[in-house]
């Protein structure tokens, strides 16, 4: 196969490009935005291109995916190109892109269908719908206690999100909560959290080991849920995983909520779902959706790792108010808007 990289200012051109240099039959392996300029400071963004174009032995003619697919309509073309830009990578794009078109044209089951943006956007939404999982938010009833953990990197808005459910439950749903830590590394962890017990007048233990577990829920009293704030773990280190897998298995948790920062790249967000994988999440948390309008790396991790379901998005630093359950149209709306902003395609 030969292989090339092409920089150009945007999509559209490099594509050109690769088409006048290697022909329609060119691939797309790669797309990246690049920087140029001393250490990518006071330069343009680019967008570098890698394509490849198969030998006739590599492999059947029939099997190729060549990059002037007649297959696809012009506007579904359009739509992949659009993903592409907001960093979807190429096969997520076109497997997207070939479904919401699949999609639209069932939905006229054999009558003549126009293709538009909205249209193709309206089916996209479901398609992507349909491989992000998302889930139901935290279940509590009155006089059964749930006990439910949030666990995650540093710095992701574990505590901040502890202070929103625990709001939410005691104001609007009038629920006893408890609160419980056992992120001890840290004197100003355990009083960040004790200022919301406070303020909401909640309940608070402090737990450093697995023994002393099942007395400080207890001593929490007739609570209808129970929130553990962790401290934040690297991804990378096993043995403080294991930790935690000990503590929360202690405390029987009914939920496992594995927080993750919608700012994260695609590869930090998988190292942190693999990392977790010890303590079996049974959901996740995706927080600072207000930083960035990019969440297409956040999206590919979810799908591509099978993440557990999303229970609940988290928008803003303002307690209670900046969360709202996890529903994947959402975020496949800022997808798109993020994508309509850039210049369309010719
Ligand atoms: N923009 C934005 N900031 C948030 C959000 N959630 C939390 N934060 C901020 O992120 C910072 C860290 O939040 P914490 O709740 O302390 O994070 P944590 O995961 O408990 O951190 P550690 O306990 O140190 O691991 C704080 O400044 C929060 O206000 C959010 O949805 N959007
Ligand atoms: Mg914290």
């Known amino acids: 196969m030969h292989i090339r990289t092409f920089r150009a200012a945007n999509l559209q051109a490099a594509l050109a490009e690769i088409r006048s240099q290697m022909g329609a039959q060119a691939t797309v392996l790669h797309t990246r935005q690049v920087r140029d300029g001393w250490m990518g400071w006071l330069g343009r963004t680019q967008v570098e291109v890698t394509a490849g174009l198969r030998e006739h032995s590599d492999r059947p003619h029939h099997q190729r995916m060549p990059?002037?697919?007649?297959?696809?309509?012009?506007?579904?073309?359009?739509?992949?190109?659009?993903?592409?830009?907001?960093?979807?990578?190429?096969?997520?794009?076109?497997?997207?892109?070939?479904?919401?078109?699949?999609?639209?044209?069932?939905?006229?089951?054999?009558?003549t269908v126009a293709f538009s943006q909205p249209a193709l956007e309206s089916t996209l939404r479901r398609v992507v719908v349909a491989d992000l999982r998302c889930g139901p938010p935290i279940h509590t009833a009155a006089g059964g206690r749930r006990v439910v953990a949030l666990v995650g990197p540093t710095g992701v808005g574990k505590t901040t999100t502890i202070a929103k459910l625990a709001a939410g439950f005691?104001?609007?749903?009038q629920r006893r909560v408890g609160l419980l830590t056992i992120d001890t590394y840290r004197i100003a962890a355990v009083q960040q959290l004790r200022a919301y017990a406070e303020i909401m007048d909640l309940p608070m233990q402090v737990v450093e080991r697995p023994e002393q577990m099942q007395d400080s829920l207890r001593q929490l009293g007739d609570v209808d849920l129970v929130l553990i704030d962790t401290a934040g773990r690297s991804p990378n280190f096993g043995a403080r995983i294991e930790q935690l897998r000990v503590l929360l298995a202690a405390a029987n948790v009914d939920e496992t909520h594995l927080v993750l920062s919608a700012?994260?790249?695609?590869?930090?967000?998988?190292?942190?779902?693999?990392?977790?994988?010890?303590?079996?999440?049974?959901?996740?948390?995706?927080?600072?959706?207000?930083?960035?309008?990019?969440?297409?790396?956040?999206?590919?991790?979810?799908?591509?790792?099978?993440?557990?379901?999303l229970s609940y998005l988290t928008t803003g630093q303002q307690v209670p108010d900046d969360?709202?359950?996890g529903h994947p149209e959402r975020l496949v709306g800022t997808l798109l808007a993020a994508s309509a902003t850039l210049p369309a395609a010719a």
């Open 67 to 111: 990059l002037g697919d007649n297959a696809l309509h012009r506007e579904t073309e359009v739509l992949r190109e659009r993903l592409m830009r907001v960093g979807v990578d190429d096969a997520l794009a076109r497997r997207w892109s070939q479904r919401a078109e699949q999609t639209l044209r069932a939905d006229h089951g054999g009558q």
């Open 170 to 173: 005691r104001l609007q749903q």
């Open 263 to 309: 700012t994260s790249s695609a590869a930090a967000t998988t190292r942190v779902l693999q990392g977790f994988a010890p303590v079996q999440p049974t959901a996740t948390i995706l927080t600072k959706l207000d930083e960035t309008e990019q969440t297409a790396d956040v999206l590919a991790a979810l799908i591509g790792n099978s993440a557990a379901p």
């Open 323 to 325: 969360i709202e359950t």
